[in-house]
């Protein structure tokens, strides 16, 4: 069982916003920075935000990170199909001595 | 262009272990830190262990401490993973990964079961 937990589900029209929480603790988001991650079936997951709120290269401007104490969120704006994916955010815990995922959100585009 | 490639999944009895192997390529392998992250069927990604650039220092969650063992060789550009005293719950699709979370690789299927 994750220490960091995200909602288990997201959903929107495409167009729309979706914001996804991620509540830690100060062990882990609280003292260290957030990376997001798409993921689909059967693929590698993407890095999708670093750093809690850097996005890499070749990820759209649609994708947004931010932090503030023990917890983070990513939003996606202008929501498109092709964002329909299972999302986790990840940090490392300095009590556990390793890093934690969050426990995951699928977004879904009705 | 980055590639990370798993191989080794293979389908084990309780008890038994496997060594999985991860090559790298198109990157500096040896500059990065690197990690294992799994996925049970059905269930979220769950970090494994970790290891920085030069193998000296390894990390482990406490699901896998004592039974897995995570290491290097950066002559050969290859990431290692021996896991021994398999259980049932460690059947996962293991895939390898920088620490940075940039590049990842598609994953291997190792199945736990008699």
């Known amino acids: 069982q994750s220490v960091v937990t995200q909602p288990p589900s997201a959903s929107g029209t495409p167009g729309q916003r979706v914001t996804i929480s991620c509540s830690g603790s100060?062990?882990?988001?609280?003292?260290?920075?957030v990376n997001w991650y798409q993921h689909l079936p059967g693929a590698a997951p993407k890095l999708v935000i670093y750093s809690s709120d850097q996005r890499p290269s070749g990820v759209p401007d649609r994708f947004s990170g931010s932090k503030s104490g023990t917890s983070a969120s990513l939003a996606i704006s202008g929501l498109q199909s092709e964002d329909e994916a299972d999302y986790y955010c990840?940090?490392?815990?300095?009590?556990?001595?390793?890093?934690?995922f969050g426990t995951g959100t699928k977004v879904t585009v009705l | 262009e980055v590639q990370l490639l798993e191989s080794g999944g293979v389908l084990v009895q309780p008890g038994g272990s496997v060594r999985l192997s991860c090559a790298a390529s198109?990157?500096?392998?040896?500059?990065?830190?690197m990690n294992w992250v799994r996925q049970a069927p059905g269930k979220g990604l769950e970090w494994v262990s970790a290891i920085i650039a030069s193998g000296v220092t390894t990390y482990y969650a406490a699901s896998v401490r004592g039974r897995f063992t995570i290491s290097r060789d950066n002559s050969k550009n290859t990431l290692y993973l021996q896991m021994t005293s398999l259980r049932v719950e460690d059947m996962a699709v293991y895939h390898c990964?920088?620490?940075?979370?940039?590049?990842w690789g598609q994953g291997t299927l190792v199945t736990v079961s008699s």
């Open positions: 990840a940090a490392w815990d300095d009590s556990l001595n390793g890093y934690v």
């Open positions: 198109g990157f500096t392998f040896s500059s990065y830190a």
């Open positions: 100060s062990s882990n988001i609280g003292s260290n920075s």
């Open positions: 990964a920088t620490s940075s979370g940039d590049y």
